[in-house]
């Protein structure tokens, strides 16, 4: 359906029925003189399919006819949700009280008794005309508040979030950093060398969380206050996917966790580095932060006509269904602590939904409680 309104609003378009041609082209002749644009029918029927077709800004409707009368159409008019608001102004030679207030019962702005003047006719369209246009106006700034309500809301969240993490987050592993390098330093200083390269480890594994943490939340805050500008360009994705696999390698296996390929020979693809990879950074790091010592992570990457898709699986912990909803999500604040107790923000997946969106694909989640999760994207080709 044409809305008129939104494209033409100059020129006001209405919708006249009456049964008599007499009388429609008498209406007909005094709105063309004030320059309307008019659609005049004979009857109720023709002036529902006519108002279905092209929605009117304003109906003039006469109550007596055939087939369906006018209060009928103004009942049908009514139920539309995308017609209802179109006001309706009855004209009828039955000028008894009762009729007039069964008019507005069923909905009509307004009344007009036949035989009517011109001026009349007139005075009374271009009022109900401005009303209509001015409640129509006083939606849209209504939707715009409404619009800009929300992203107050989000933008609060985001900041909130932010917060939190700086004041929460950051400040475990740091803790934990100085901690145990102090209990290193006092150690070598009285020469007792007992499970030093465990408090070395729990330093390292230490300092990995706090850079993930700190690399996530400077892409962030980039991407949040505009200043991260989505560039793609053309690049091999498998080596990109090894390189960033290779990484991993260490922490991985101090977890006896393994890491296999299932990659093509290649797969070009046209993306933003940085942020393809933050995502693959993401999801290999939580895989191996959600998998017991002894697990498996497989990386693949499939090529279809149309996308790529990229698959991190893990043997892990899983996620339930309803914890899985809660991913993804700037206003659930969602994060369990790793098999080895890591701790997290729930960042990670947020960043991973905007970059990808941001590329065109989707990126979801499939997991079964106890057995592992599958962590899904796609980018499509251009
Ligand atoms: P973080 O890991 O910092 O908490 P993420 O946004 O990366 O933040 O992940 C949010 C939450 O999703 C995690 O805390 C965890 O509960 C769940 N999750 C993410 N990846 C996995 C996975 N591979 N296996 C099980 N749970 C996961």
């Keep these: 359906m044409k809305n008129q309104t939104e494209s033409n609003r100059n020129i006001p378009n209405i919708l006249v029925v009456d049964d008599v041609p007499a009388n429609l082209k008498l209406l007909d002749d005094i709105l063309k003189s004030e320059g309307y644009k ?29 087939d369906i009368d006018g209060f009928e159409v103004c009942r049908r008019l009514k139920e539309n949700p995308d017609l209802k608001d179109i006001p309706v102004i009855f004209i009828s030679a039955i000028g008894e009280t009762a009729n007039v207030v069964t008019a507005f019962n069923y909905g009509g702005v307004d009344y ?11 005075a009374r ?29 989000e933008l609060n969240a985001t900041k909130d979030k932010f917060f939190t993490i700086i004041a929460h987050d950051l400040k475990s592993p740091f803790n934990s950093i100085m901690g145990f390098s ?68 260490d922490i991985a296996g101090q977890k006896s966790i393994i890491i296999k ?4 020979l290649n797969a070009p693809v046209f993306a933003d580095h940085a942020m ?4 693959i950074r993401n999801l290999i790091s939580n895989a191996i932060k959600f998998t017991k010592p002894g697990g498996e992570i497989t990386i693949s990457a499939i090529e279809k006509p149309d996308q790529l898709i990229i698959m991190v699986k893990d043997s892990g912990i899983g996620i339930s269904n309803d914890r899985i909803e809660k991913l ?16 997290g923000t729930g960042l990670g997946l947020i960043l991973c939904k905007e970059f990808i969106e941001k590329h065109g694909g989707k990126i979801w989640v499939e997991s079964t409680p106890g057995e592992g999760s ?9």
């Excluded at 007009?112 to 007139?122: D, L």
Aim: glycine share 2%.
């Design 38 to 66: 008019t659609r005049p029918v004979l009857s109720g029927e023709l002036a529902l399919r006519a108002a279905e077709k092209e929605k009117p800004d304003l109906v003039l409707l006469d109550i007596m006819m055939p």
């Design 125 to 153: 369209v271009k009022t109900h005309l401005k009303l209509r246009f001015q409640s129509q106006e006083l939606l849209e700034l209504n939707e715009r508040l409404k619009q800009q309500t929300k992203e107050l809301e």
């Design 276 to 279: 393809i990879s933050t995502v």
């Design 112 to 122: 007009i008794n036949k035989p009517f003047q011109a001026e009349e006719v007139i």
């Design 182 to 249: 102090e209990m290193l330093v006092e150690q070598v200083r009285d020469k007792t060398y007992d499970g030093i390269e465990q408090y070395a480890n729990i330093i390292l594994d230490s300092s990995q969380r706090a850079l993930d943490l700190l690399m996530n939340l400077m892409d962030w805050a980039r991407s949040q206050t505009g200043k991260m500008e989505f560039i793609p360009e053309y690049f091999e994705l498998v080596n990109f996917i090894k390189d960033i696999t290779s990484l991993f390698e």
């Design 328 to 343: 993804f999500r700037l206003d659930e604040t969602y994060s369990t602590p790793g098999t080895k107790d890591e701790k």
């Design 261 to 264: 390929k299932d990659l093509p």
């Design 374 to 382: 599958i962590f899904i994207f796609t980018i499509p080709n251009v």
